[in-house]
């Protein structure tokens, strides 16, 4: 079966157009007016003037860390049972379901008699995971999240972006001795 092509005629630049002046000075203008906007407005707030007039600020990052919204996909954690022992039972979903296979998973007999597997080790690779969220999703237990608010997955090396067990289950003492 033949496909038609529609073919949208665009509309034809006139000289003014051609020359891109018009795009550039509206450009250079909208900037030029946030700029002198925020820049009086922070000489007034200094001095308490117009302190209900809220200007825009840039975030110090990395010391200074934008709020981000509770959905948002961030670094991932183990949780724990009430004893600290992870909550995972090492059912393997989340090794399936991950797209980039970035999760390894080994498997060992728990000592509760009530719980069938504990995982050995728990190895993630953020240098390959997409963030997708999958494992989260498709795991049992719970056992999984993504709620650390931690984005920074920078390293010098990739074997730094691998996290073991360890690293899973106290994603904050992680960061902190990434620094
Ligand atoms: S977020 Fe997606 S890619 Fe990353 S570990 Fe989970 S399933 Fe795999
Ligand atoms: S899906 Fe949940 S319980 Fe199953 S192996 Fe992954 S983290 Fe553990």
Not at 25 to 47: C, D, E, K, M, P
Not at 80 to 101: I, L
Not at 115 to 127: Q, T
């Amino acid at each position: 079966m033949a496909i038609k092509i529609k073919h949208i005629k665009r509309a034809e630049l006139n000289f003014w157009d051609k020359t891109y002046l018009p795009s550039l000075f509206l450009g250079l203008a909208i900037t030029s007016r946030h700029f002198f906007r925020n820049l009086f407005l922070h000489i007034f707030h200094s001095v308490g003037l117009f302190k209900n007039v809220k200007a825009s600020v840039t975030f110090q990052y990395p010391e200074e860390q934008r709020p981000l919204s509770r959905r948002t996909r961030t670094r991932h954690r183990l949780t724990k049972r009430e004893d600290g022992s992870p909550r995972c039972v090492a059912c393997m979903m989340c090794e399936t379901v991950c797209p980039a296979k970035c999760i390894n998973i080994i498997a060992t007999e728990n000592p509760d008699p009530n719980i069938e597997k504990m995982p050995k080790s728990f190895d993630l690779d953020l240098g390959m995971c997409v963030y997708c969220g999958f494992c989260v999703e498709v795991c049992p237990e719970d056992a999984i999240r993504m709620d650390t608010q931690i984005i920074d997955t920078a390293a010098y090396s990739r074997k730094a972006m691998q996290l073991d067990m360890n690293d899973l289950l106290n994603p904050q003492q992680k960061k902190d001795e990434d620094g």
